[in-house]
């Protein structure tokens, strides 16, 4: 394959020029933190912040860093109506003083934090949606279906810096080249495999999962022996990014499904900027996401920080999974 750039391949797929122009700066953003985060022991900048996000998690120190690194970068862009991000309560107007744009975006700036002390990967995650207007943005405005997302974009800071991005003609693969500094393109149109014999879950929450989980990872781990007739291995890497490019790589099913552990939660990860993003990055390249109940990209969206149950990867596999739900109410009870 030719070396080609992001912003090369985006004008070869003849993307709309304000659009492409985003996601270049997107990508200039993840390339501001993978050099922050790979820097980060000597920066000073590892460990806990010593307060709590609206989500009610203990906020690493690089969790604001990288949000502040987006937030900055892309207000000068004159491409932004306003920013919404899982470390912020409500979303981010852009100042009064700086050209506004057609755009919004929604991130988690640095996904899968809790590792980034112990060098695992984490990762940027970002969805791109239109903006109804230009300026008095509210947080409703970021409340759009993961179906009327215009892009999506996650960054993976691990061996390589490997970004993955869709605008709906297919997900495409880029690797952080260093002399260059350049993401260049390494997979076209990834194809994920439509069958897999490998699970991503966190076993240590099994007491508090639905039955249609229950039934299905017992089924899994009964091997060959079992119902599905076929030895499954399990990863847990509590890195939906590091998780999700594996997943891209060979094939997989990623969940977090929705469970009893907390009733008043849907679910551990948010719709907005998590689900939807990778769930469009997914689809793109022949994959499904869904809750288990119902495709997550189809969900009215009430709130910026809405969590959802999280079920997808190779669409032969999700189907199975998704077999086990259909006796079931999403609550878990029966139908
Ligand atoms: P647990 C990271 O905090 C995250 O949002 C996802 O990246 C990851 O898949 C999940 O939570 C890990 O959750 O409960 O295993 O720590």
């Known amino acids: 394959m030719s070396a080609i750039t992001l912003a090369d391949f985006l004008a070869k797929q003849n993307t709309e020029t304000q659009l492409a122009r985003l996601l270049v700066e997107v990508a200039e953003s993840c390339k501001i933190i993978a050099d922050t985060v790979q820097r980060g022991p000597f920066l000073g900048v590892m460990g806990q912040a010593g307060n709590t996000n609206v989500q009610g998690e203990e906020q690493k120190k690089l969790d604001i860093i990288t949000n502040d690194i987006l937030i900055e970068h892309m207000q000068d862009t004159g491409l932004l109506a306003g920013m919404a991000s899982e470390e912020m309560d409500h979303h981010y107007a852009i100042p009064a003083d700086k050209d506004k744009g057609d755009f919004l975006l929604v991130f988690d700036p640095l996904d899968g934090s809790s590792n980034v002390d112990v060098n695992i990967a984490v990762g940027t995650i970002v969805s791109v949606l239109a903006a109804p207007k230009k300026d008095s943005i509210a947080d409703e405005d970021f409340l759009q279906k993961g179906s009327e997302q215009l892009a999506a974009v996650y960054c993976t800071y691990g061996a390589s810096t490997i970004l993955l991005f869709t605008t709906g003609q297919g997900s495409h693969e880029f690797v952080l080249e260093k002399d260059s500094n350049e993401f260049m393109l390494m997979v076209e149109n990834i194809q994920l495999p439509a069958d897999t014999k490998e699970f991503a879950i966190n076993a240590s929450n099994q007491r508090h999962w639905q039955a249609p989980v229950k039934n299905y990872i017992a089924d899994c781990i009964a091997g060959e022996e ?110």
């Open 226 to 335: 079992g119902p599905l007739h076929k030895n499954y291995n399990m990863r847990w890497v509590a890195s939906m990014v590091a998780e999700l490019y594996r997943v891209m790589c060979r094939g997989g099913i990623f969940m977090y499904p929705r469970d009893h552990k907390d009733l008043s939660k849907v679910g551990k990860l948010r719709l907005l900027y998590e689900a939807n993003p990778m769930g469009f990055i997914i689809e793109q390249s022949g994959g499904v996401a869904s809750t288990g109940y119902k495709r997550i990209m189809d969900i009215q969206p009430e709130g910026l920080h809405q969590r959802v149950g999280v079920i997808m990867g190779s669409k032969n596999e999700v189907a199975t999974a998704l077999s086990y739900h259909q006796n079931f109410n999403e609550d878990g009870s029966t139908k």
